[in-house]
């Protein structure tokens, strides 16, 4: 008995000696330096849906046009140079993939599993899609297809240009490296 109470006295100071302080080293110095430029704040666009929670909200920049979503649904296409409101629509959904852009279309991931695509000249929707769950990042579109990765772990393409919107088109998922097709009619 004395002997199992030994080794278990010496067990527990081991064990609380492990774990008691933390080795880290400190962060190294921040080096001195004189700014080399000045930046300067041209213009600015509240877009809305202020959130605590992490979205990958990032703007995305072509021929000289901006086009962002806020996190409440508001998605808009603004001049670069001026900040000029182009157009702007609401989606009434909130957003948490960004803007994604392709040739004709830019798209957008929502957090309760949509897929909007729209127009960029003029924001209009041409077609919305469901997909497994909550759209991590901004979608990325190639040719004629709008790839999106969702919270599950699915990675979902969407035909990007078909109209009109009551049309079936291809949806495909890649599940643990393997490509099947499915079809999905929930526009």
């Not at 695509?117 to 909550?134: K, M």
């Not at 990765?149 to 049309?167: E, K």
């Amino acid at each position: 008995m004395r002997r199992a109470w030994l080794a278990f006295v010496l067990v527990s100071a081991a064990a609380a000696g492990c774990g008691s302080v933390p080795v880290r080293e400190p962060p190294a110095p921040l080096p001195e330096f004189a700014p080399s430029a000045r930046a300067a704040k041209i213009w600015s666009e509240d877009l809305g849906g202020k959130t605590k929670d992490y979205v990958g909200l990032v703007p995305r920049v072509r021929d000289g046009i901006v086009y962002a979503a806020g996190a409440g649904g508001r998605v808009g296409a603004f001049d670069a140079a001026s900040g000029a409101r182009l157009w702007q629509v609401d989606l009434d959904r909130p957003i948490a993939g960004g803007v994604g852009l392709g040739e004709r279309v830019l798209a957008v991931g929502t957090r309760d599993g949509q897929v909007v695509a729209l127009a960029r000249d003029d924001g209009r929707t041409l077609w919305r899609s469901a997909v497994s769950s909550e759209v991590l990042a901004p979608p990325a579109i190639a040719s004629d297809i709008v790839v999106v990765q969702t919270v599950d772990g699915r990675v979902t393409g969407l035909a990007a240009d078909l109209i009109p919107v009551d049309r079936r088109f291809p949806v495909f998922h890649v599940e643990q490296g393997r490509v099947r097709q499915c079809y999905n009619e929930s526009i």
